[in-house]
């Protein structure tokens, strides 16, 4: 995906390895160490997306958002260990799209990213690939079937429709209630028909169900669709 990004980070090694996964996309680059320099670069050129750290030396990422805002309109990603409440509604509320906390899975990192820029361009879910991989499944929106090599799995209408929709929005929380209405179509009903179904796909999809990789429960929020998992990297990971 052709995209500008600028990665705002002061720890070196971050920010390295997020240019990295995003410029394996395809994704053009900028890195800045300080807000500072980031809102020079973005009061001087069109950005396409932003992934911001809070924690930064001098000017801090609330700071500069709220001043980057008066320039430009494009989505931020924050990405930060500071997780309390009071941070995501700061965050949110000074104009961020998202809200990634520190450890985190670079290749999720890149799957907000490549939905935010989506939704952010105004593409529709039938700009999207026809396709679905994630890990050993293929999901055919077109063939309304879902495959594991060479073996069809078997999913209800509705099942298929709850798979299909967090698939078309990976990395982005969607709430029961948005979930509802894209697969349910109604204005009003039973919620927990969601819960329902996504416990069915887990036992269908999930090595342990339990333990879900794919379709990941996000508190106080909702289900998140992760096609990649992988290693988390950042404080507290888990050193290799």
């Known amino acids: 995906m052709q995209a500008k990004v600028l990665v705002v980070e002061d720890v070196k090694e ?57 320039a430009s309109r494009c989505p931020v990603l924050i990405v930060t260990a500071r997780g309390s409440e009071d941070d995501l509604v700061s965050g949110l509320g000074q104009g961020a799209d998202e809200y990634m906390t520190k450890p985190f899975s670079p290749k999720v990192l890149v799957a907000r990213v490549r939905a935010l820029l989506r939704r952010s361009r105004g593409f529709s879910e039938s700009s999207l690939s026809d396709e679905i991989a994630f890990g050993p499944f293929v999901l055919d929106r077109s063939g309304f079937e879902l495959r594991k090599g060479d073996q069809t799995l078997g999913l209800s209408v509705k099942e298929f429709g709850v798979l299909s ?76």
């Open 14 to 70: 971050m920010s390295e390895l997020i240019a990295l996964f995003l410029r394996k996309e395809g994704m053009e680059v900028e890195e800045r160490e300080t807000a500072e320099e980031a809102l020079s670069l973005v009061q001087a050129e069109p950005i396409d997306l932003i992934v911001l750290d809070i924690n930064l030396p001098g000017m801090d990422g609330f700071e500069f958002l709220a001043e980057a805002r008066k």
């Open 165 to 240: 929709y967090l698939a078309s929005n990976p990395g982005i929380p969607q709430t029961p209630q948005a979930i509802y209405d894209a697969v349910w179509k109604r204005e009003y009903g039973d919620l927990t028909a969601v819960a329902v179904y996504i416990q069915r796909l887990r036992k269908k999809i999930e090595a342990d169900p339990a333990d879900p990789v794919y379709i990941e429960t996000v508190y106080g929020r909702g289900y998140r669709f992760n096609p990649l998992p992988g290693p988390v990297f950042g404080p507290g990971a888990p050193k290799a």
